[in-house]
């Protein structure tokens, strides 16, 4: 399976929502351990990168939205 390709400032989707009832996140920290806001209530949770490569279900807003080139 490919690892998922993510970077600062993307807004993902994990596995379990928040208690808030919202499960759209926002990457603010990346290295060894990775920060997450969540938008529904602005509370940031630390966890390993490890741990959050497991988690992370899918990347809904890309940060650098990637544009193709047309040859």
Do not use: Y
């Not at 990775?34 to 602005?42: S, T, V």
């Not at 390993?48 to 497991?54: Q, S």
């Amino acid at each position: 399976m490919e690892a998922k390709k993510f970077e600062l400032g993307d807004v993902v989707e994990m596995k379990k929502q928040h208690p808030c009832g919202t499960n759209e996140w926002k990457i603010i920290r990346m290295g060894a351990d990775i920060r997450i806001k969540c938008e529904g209530c602005q509370h940031s949770v630390m966890i390993p990168r490890r741990e959050f490569e497991k988690k992370l279900k899918k990347i809904l807003i890309p940060a650098n939205p990637v544009t193709e080139e047309q040859n």
